[in-house]
């Protein structure tokens, strides 16, 4: 196990430099942010002020040694839009994104464990066919579509929960709602088809045949099994999930992590972008570790 | 060899391949509805522009936002028209070909280059593969909304330009799934004995391993044919992929926004158009899924038993 989660570490390390050296790079390539922050008509000497106040008349290379010599001291630059530290941003932004985050797939797993479990006993009969078809449909939405048609329907005509912002706890329903919606569709249909194939194999009809009832079969022989397909959706959807719901998001004006991504890309704020990318890699990291640490547990025969 | 043949029925001959794919495809009503519509959108896509282009860009200020349903005017405004007295149902159909030629150019490029990399990786020393993995990984992570903004900056805006950003970051899914198919078929025994009667590496990968994981590729591409066409959606509803006067689908979802509470169709059909066509690619993958793998086609080719 321990060799194994170096391994991954090291990995995971690789892809990440790999990452960092990239983005710092192509992110020069969008333009210089002077233009953006100082006014049309700024004189030429605001400029060069401007300028060499946040370090962008140091050529690249210079540039990039500075930036790895603050990371090595935790120290992730200053934001330029908002005048105070990047990570402090980054951190706001992202404990907003992982309770929606948590919130949501806390809800999407228990909701699609059990009615695709339900599904799969009768497979072909009215209960499956319905799930099957809201789960493909759930599956194929464009959720800033539903998130637009659910602020109509909702929020101005009907005028339950608010359109956006957050506050009290009704500013939460719309976007859980709608983030629900994808991953449910998804995980519904992986749980269901390995829930299936799960309750054919041999030691099912085992149990069965020693007269166990249908609903401990389900949920206690079968589901441990049919769960491990399940998982790693599971965690795909998590990964989508905590890299920030951008579009989402934005239209209901969450300051989660994914807002801040798209404004500080759209600001040439590289300092925030590159911290945001730092800490939902990491985030995302130790999501996948524990997710194999979930597969040893559920299945005793494997070993890292 | 012949010997096999004692029992009562005669083995009938096996029809033309593509009536035996038409007839498994309306086993399943479903998958049958979705292959039509998709047959639909195609043909807008191909002749929608040449035939109503005209009528899709003509203003009308007299026609602002006119509402849907009303009969009495031309059938081209049955859906409704937008901000400037376009005819919506005309804009869609128009839509359709930019929307469904950057999500295939997109899972088309990236099919491709995804699958060579992937059975590359799959096939040889361990280095090329650790290489490629990690590349993989990097592109899997990288914000696909930054890499827009980059690519979208330094060149225009254009189609191709849209289809690139959506191709890089849709090629992992093809690597890694072509990779961990490789690895599999590698080890059977058909391959093994194409290696001892001494068949080229080419050979081996083309004739003998891509045959194998292809039917799976091409399942994974219908899905993620969906996907791309969200995430394009996506990028121009967020303002940063397709620019006017071009238009797509998602554009005009993003268009019909600041109308939604006076003019809710604006928005409604260009999304419903969206959701109709991924849940269509969706059934059809789902068919697929089925219709390819050899264990499971008897499913769909079998007499239908009565119960």
């Known amino acids: 196990m321990k060799g194994f989660l170096g391994k991954r570490a090291i990995a995971s390390a690789i892809s990440l430099v790999g990452l960092i050296i990239l983005v710092f790079f192509l992110s020069r390539l969008t333009g210089d942010p002077t233009d953006l922050y100082l006014p049309l008509d700024a004189s030429q000497e605001a400029r060069e002020n401007f300028r060499n106040i946040h370090g962008l008349n140091d050529p690249l290379m210079v540039q990039f040694g500075r930036f790895v010599g603050d990371l090595a001291r935790l120290d992730f630059g200053m934001s330029i839009r908002r005048a105070e530290p990047a990570l402090d941003a980054v951190l706001r932004g992202f404990a907003w994104t992982l309770q929606l985050a948590a919130i949501t797939m806390v809800l999407v797993t228990l909701l699609a464990i059990v009615i695709g479990s339900l599904a799969a006993f009768r497979v072909g009969g009215l209960f499956d066919r319905l799930a099957t078809f809201f789960s493909l449909i759930g599956a194929s939405a464009p959720d800033f579509w539903i998130a637009i048609v659910a602020i109509v329907l909702f929020s101005v005509n009907l005028g339950w929960v608010p359109t956006s912002g957050t506050g009290t706890p009704w500013h939460w329903i719309l976007p859980i709602g709608v983030l629900f919606i994808r991953p449910f569709g998804l995980i519904l249909q992986v749980v269901r088809g390995s829930m299936i194939s799960t309750l054919s194999s041999a030691y099912i009809k085992t149990a069965r045949a020693k007269g166990v009832k249908n609903r401990p079969i389900i949920f206690v022989h079968a589901l441990r099994n049919a769960m491990l397909p399940v998982i790693t959706v599971i965690g795909d959807q998590a990964a989508g999930l905590l890299n920030g719901a951008v579009v989402v998001e934005s239209i209901f004006g969450f300051p989660g992590v994914g807002k801040l991504m798209i404004d500080s890309i759209l600001q040439r704020d590289f300092a925030v972008v590159l911290a945001a990318i730092m800490v939902t890699a990491l985030a995302i990291f130790v999501m996948n570790l524990l997710i194999d640490v979930l597969y040893a547990v559920l299945d005793p025969r494997i070993r890292y | 060899m012949a010997a096999t043949d004692t029992d009562a029925q005669p083995i009938a001959d096996a029809p033309h391949p593509a009536r035996r794919i038409l007839a498994m495809l309306w086993r399943d009503k479903f998958a049958f509805a979705a292959a039509l519509f998709l047959l639909l959108m195609v043909f807008c896509a191909l002749f929608g522009p040449m035939l109503l282009e005209d009528a899709a860009t003509r203003q009308n200020l007299r026609g602002r936002n006119a509402p849907p349903f009303d009969f009495s005017k031309p059938w081209l405004f049955w859906l409704g028209g937008d901000a400037l007295g376009r005819p919506l149902l005309a804009r869609i159909v128009v839509a359709a070909q930019n929307t469904l030629m950057v999500a295939a150019g997109a899972v088309a490029s990236s099919l491709l280059i995804g699958g060579a990399l992937g059975l590359i990786a799959g096939y040889t020393a361990r280095l090329a593969s650790q290489v490629i993995m990690r590349l993989a ?152 899924r089925t219709a390819l793998d050899p264990v499971q086609r008897w499913r769909l080719e079998l007499p239908r038993s009565r119960k």
């Open chain 2, 137 to 288: 990984d990097v592109i899997m992570s990288f914000p696909s909304l930054l890499l827009a903004v980059i690519v979208l900056y330094m060149l225009e805006p254009a189609v191709g330009n849209l289809i690139i950003v959506l191709a890089i970051t849709r090629i992992p899914v093809y690597l890694r799934t072509s990779r961990a198919e490789v690895l599999e078929v590698r080890e059977r025994m058909f391959v093994q004995a194409a290696q001892v009667m001494g068949a080229s590496t080419r050979r081996i990968v083309f004739r003998h391993i891509l045959p194998v994981i292809f039917p799976t590729l091409i399942t994974i591409a219908t899905l993620d044919f969906a996907f791309v066409m969200l995430a394009e959606s996506s990028l121009s509803f967020l303002g940063i992929g397709i620019q006017p006067p071009e238009i797509t689908w998602g554009l005009m979802v993003a268009q019909g926004r600041p109308y939604l509470t006076t003019a809710w169709w604006l928005s409604f059909w260009p999304g419903l158009a969206i959701i109709l066509t991924t849940l269509s690619l969706n059934l059809l993958s789902n068919w697929m």
